[in-house]
Each structure stands twice: as C-alpha cells, then as structure tokens.
C-alpha cells in the first residue's frame, strides 16, 4: 500500500531553516508528484510547491519563492522540503502529498505531518 | 489566484440526518474540483475528486455535486466518524487552492 513517511517534529529559532522529509513507499517513486501543504494551527490548508520525483522540476507558491527548496532523492524515494529564513507565522504542520502528473494537484495520498515550531 | 469559499463554517448536525455543504471558486473551475475530509490530528483525506467522482473506499453516502464555481458536497446520513472539517479545493488553475472549511459537528 502507498505511504508516505515524514520525520518528526521541530522547534527552531527566528531566522532558521528546517528541512523535513518524507519517504514514499508502495508505489514507483518516480511516477507520481509531490506537493508540500501547510496547516498553522486551527486553520486551513495552504499548498506550498511541487517537485516532479521524475525530473526534478519544481514550481514554488509565490509568497515562499526564494525562502524554499524542494528536491528529491530517488534512490531512497525521498523527498525533502527546506524552508529558509524562518518565522513566527511559519508554526504549522506540514505534510507531503502526492499526486499523478495526469490529474494535476489532486492530492491522493498523504504523509502524517510533520510540526514545525518557530520560537525564540 | 482563485479564491475559495465554504458555507456555513459551521454545521451542527445529528447523526443519521443529512448534511449539505457548499464551496464556491472566484472563477470557473471547470469540475476540477476536490473534498478533504480532515480529523483531529490527521492528514486531510480525499474524498471526491471531478466534482462528483468518490475516491477509492469512500461510502457511497457521499456525493458531490456543481461545476464551474458553485458546488455541494452532500452526506446522506451522517456516521459518527463523519464529523470532521471539510475542504474543498480547485486544481483546474495554477496555483490550487483551498478552501476555509466547513465543520460538521455534533448537534
């Protein structure tokens, strides 16, 4: 069955980066997307970017451009998101999903999350 | 971008009765049109994808409906485990986007 692993939680300081992972399993790594959704707490879902497991192209939502970087490891079917330069109003879960390049960002299968706390 | 909207933000509900829910997009979507189901502590889980296509596993009470920019997502008869927070959310435009959510709680 398709999962997808993220590492665990996080506490960083104002002006940090943090980089989380997230191991796909049950599927060919390189057939299928992934995108990077956020959730501040008690609110909605904001989509972050993607990256193509296939080719490594990636497209990033226009308030993150320059502060992250998604890349791929395809021998381990890994995934990684790093987010620079971090804030207050960055507290969030963030979880990895993943979608087929023929439906678009239609988020099929989820990672747990992976809390990421920004705190001086 | 397209902007989403939910309502109501919330729904008090009894279990057993019907639940209706709406999203509306700032433009036309087409029926690229998703829900989330979304639990305490849990990843959001797709339930409907084209508007009105249950993913995989999803109980058939429920469907969703609408394209262009109004649509319903209906549960026939709400379950105990349905009460959760619903999102919608468009991938016909770059980038997609989500809506706020509408909680089903108990009434």
């Known amino acids: ?120 | 971008e397209i902007v989403m909207t939910q309502s109501p933000a919330t729904l008090s509900v009894s279990p057993g009765e019907r639940a209706t829910l709406s999203c509306r997009a700032s433009q036309s979507v087409s029926s690229n049109l998703a829900w989330y189901q979304q639990k305490p502590g849990q990843a959001p889980r797709l339930l409907i994808y084209g508007a009105s296509t249950r993913a995989t596993g999803i109980p058939a009470r429920f469907s969703g409906s609408g394209s262009g920019t109004e649509f319903t997502l209906t549960i026939s008869s709400l379950q105990s485990e349905d009460f959760a927070v619903y999102y919608c959310q468009q991938y016909n435009n770059w980038p997609t986007t989500f809506g706020p959510g509408t909680k089903v709680d108990i009434k």
């Not at chain 1, 796909?24 to 790594?29: E, L, N």
């Not at chain 1, 990077?36 to 990636?58: D, H, K």
């Not at chain 1, 087929?100 to 960002?105: A, D, E, L, M, Q």
Request: glycine content about 10%; aromatic content about 14%; overall charge positive.
């Open chain 1, 1 to 120: 069955q398709v999962q997808l692993v993220q590492s665990g939680a996080e506490v960083k300081k104002p002006g940090a980066s943090v980089k989380v992972s997230c191991k796909a399993s049950g599927y060919t790594f390189t057939s299928y997307g992934i995108s990077w959704v956020r959730q501040a707490p008690g609110q909605g879902l904001e989509w972050m970017g993607w990256i193509s497991a296939y080719n490594g192209n990636t497209n990033y939502a226009q308030k993150l451009q320059g502060r992250v970087t998604m890349t791929t490891d395809t021998s381990t079917s890994t995934a990684y998101m790093e987010l620079r330069s971090l804030r207050s109003d960055d507290t969030a879960v963030y979880y990895c999903a993943s979608h087929k390049y023929s439906s678009g960002f239609l988020f099929d299968y989820w990672g747990q999350g992976t809390l990421v706390t920004v705190s001086s």
